[in-house]
């Protein structure tokens, strides 16, 4: 019955995005304060770069507009957290050890276990410091919105009361009556068009117009033309082949673990132990697997012999990533040491695409490095011979090789296409110098290393439209006002005459459909206020409205069916959904006011 209810509440969590409100999943990933790389959105001080937005992704090849919900949700969490460190909100140690050791996940037999705590890090690679700064700006964000998001009391009276309303059905029949059917009663007389003419000169003017002659210069068509060399080719394929396929590599390891609270002389142990299992394993490398299973400390991978499948880069920390990546296959690492301990790394396999498969993109990147500082060449001589010789095209497009292409009629209103609409563009060809002084224009970046050169073919200055050009338009616009007014007049009349009990139009009614709020079957929502403001203590009950567009529309009320009485257990759980809505809303208006306090500042560059 309520599913209408929970399909369209607007939950917390759609707000939050990632926010763990409880502690379920561990935290919602790092938040960048401080990073010299470039930022995908900056809230305050705060910084989110591309890895913040990685995390919290977990690796998912997700398209545009997931990455673009996943930045807004990055987004709305560092506003939180801003005002949390404005306020001087901070989390103290024994809050923190209070919070992990209640986590389920952590615990054995009802108490927190260290041993649980250590093992959920290291299969996860991640150091204590990062887990618990994760949990400190949990902490953070859940305090900051508690007095937001707790319980609020809905009485019992209004959710039954809503509980009725939500399911409440009425058998409805309508009745459309569309303005086409009054058109040819309409007469529109010349006067009338004239006088409306009159009253709206500003709309019947064409905009200024041009036509263009323009050149084009582009590194890409300046690339497709470059020859490059088979060795170059594969050169680079072998150099950075890893980067261009998304090389993955299949490592197994072998790990002894060390305590981040050990000392030099309990340190120097462990290492002294990997020392000798590495000598064992260079001195039988068939053994690996065995020696995984029997000794390493990596509960995620020793049953498997050590193997940790496939992986790209950024998966694991750098050191370990650092020696994975510079193994040869079957080769084994010498000591790799990390925060969680020792590793003994054997590179299992290697995937990457193959040179013939990559090579269309290894000869495209070449040719565009190669003809990068030919462009630049090119595009300051083209920016001298533009200037030089202001009043043709003629002499940079001999000397540049450059075909004069035409435009048709474009104005600001109705630019063209491709390099045509771009605002920087039309903003030079419309300039006194270009327009009137019947210049060259300067070179226009439009972008993508692309320069385009315009001058003024012809020139069409704004008019007024004579009044013969836009009769028919007028006389078209003026009859169909004029027939929404009688279809109105029409539907107004004959709802007074029914609710009068004067008469009905059995023939005219359509099918009976059932209608509820939360089923409306796909009417306008004005439509179902309507048909339930329709007083129905006497039947058939009517209701009419007019549509946008004109069609004024009768309902016939022929049945009325309570709401079946809500169980406890409905009446509970609408309850909690309004309670979620009313904290939803809450939590809204406090995040539109923390944009207004902390400027939210985007950057140019792609969240892909």
Do not use: C
């Not at 919900?69 to 939180?80: D, H, K, P, W």
């Not at 072998?254 to 142990?269: C, E, F």
């Amino acid at each position: 019955m309520f599913d209408f209810v929970h399909n369209n509440k607007f939950a917390i969590k759609i707000i939050l995005g990632a926010v763990a409100l409880t502690f379920v999943g561990f935290g919602v990933g790092s938040y960048s304060t401080v990073t010299d790389d470039p930022y995908l959105a900056k809230v305050g001080e705060r910084k989110v770069v591309k890895a913040d937005l990685d995390r919290v992704l977990e690796g998912q090849n997700a398209n545009a507009a997931t990455r673009q919900a996943a930045l807004e949700s990055l987004i709305r969490q560092n506003l939180v957290l801003a005002d949390a460190e404005a306020a001087d909100l901070a989390v103290g140690g024994a809050e923190l050890r209070r919070v992990i050791a209640s986590i389920p996940a952590f615990q054995q037999d009802g108490k927190f276990s260290p041993e649980r705590y250590k093992e959920f890090l290291a299969n996860r690679y991640m150091s204590p410091e990062g887990f618990e700064a994760q949990v400190r700006q949990d902490v953070m964000l859940q305090s900051q919105l508690l007095p937001y998001t707790g319980s609020h009391f809905v009485a019992k009276t209004v959710a039954q009361r809503m509980a009725a309303l939500l399911g409440e059905t009425r058998d409805v029949q309508a009745l459309v009556i569309r303005p086409q059917a009054f058109l040819a009663e309409v007469k529109v007389s010349d006067a009338a068009i004239k006088a409306f003419y009159e009253a709206n000169k500003a709309r019947f003017r064409t905009p200024e117009q041009v036509k263009l002659d323009y050149i084009v210069l582009s590194q890409q068509a300046m690339a497709g033309k470059q020859k490059v060399d088979e060795a170059a080719v594969r050169k680079y394929y072998e150099a950075h082949k890893a980067e261009l396929g998304g090389e993955e590599r299949r490592v197994a390891h072998i790990l002894l673990t060390v305590d981040s609270a050990a000392g030099a002389d309990a340190k120097a142990k462990v290492k002294a132990q990997a020392e000798a299992l590495l000598k064992e394993i260079q001195a039988n490398p068939a053994r690996f697997a065995e020696l995984a299973k029997a000794r390493s400390q990596d509960p995620g991978s020793a049953a498997n012999g050590g193997d940790l499948g496939y992986f790209g880069r950024g998966a694991m920390v750098k050191p370990f990533e650092d020696a994975a990546f510079a193994l040869d296959k079957g080769q084994i690492s010498t000591l790799v040491e990390t925060q969680f301990g020792y590793h003994i790394l054997k590179l299992e396999d290697v995937k990457a695409p193959s040179f013939d498969a990559l090579r269309p993109q290894i000869e495209a990147q070449l040719a565009r490095q190669q003809s990068t500082a030919a462009f630049r060449a090119e595009a300051d001589k083209l920016g001298e011979l533009a200037y030089q010789q202001g009043g043709s095209l003629e002499p940079a497009s001999k000397a540049l090789g450059l075909t004069i292409e035409q435009s048709g009629w474009v104005s600001r209103e109705a630019p063209g296409q491709g390099v045509l609409a771009n605002p920087k563009l039309l903003e030079a060809a419309f300039s006194d110098d270009v327009l009137k002084g019947k210049h060259n224009s300067e070179p226009v970046d439009v972008g993508d290393n692309t320069l385009v050169v315009v001058r003024v073919n012809a020139h069409k200055p704004a008019a007024a439209q004579p009044l013969s050009e836009v009769s028919d338009a007028i006389r078209a616009e003026l009859a169909q006002k004029e027939a929404v007014k009688l279809a109105r007049a029409k539907g107004e009349a004959l709802l007074a005459e029914l609710k009068a009990g004067k008469g009905d139009v059995a023939a005219a009614w359509g099918q009976m459909v059932p209608v509820s709020r939360k089923s409306p079957q796909g009417l306008p929502m004005a439509d179902v206020r309507a048909i339930f403001a329709a007083p129905a203590k006497t039947l058939p009950a009517y209701a009419g409205l007019e549509r946008e567009g004109g069609d004024y529309v009768l309902y016939r009320v022929d049945k009325v069916e309570p709401a079946a009485a809500a169980s406890p257990q409905e009446v509970a759980q609408l309850s909690a959904v309004v309670s979620e809505l009313s904290s939803n809303a809450l939590v809204s208006g406090y995040l539109q006011g923390l944009r207004q306090k902390y400027p939210v500042m985007l950057s140019q560059q792609p969240t892909e």
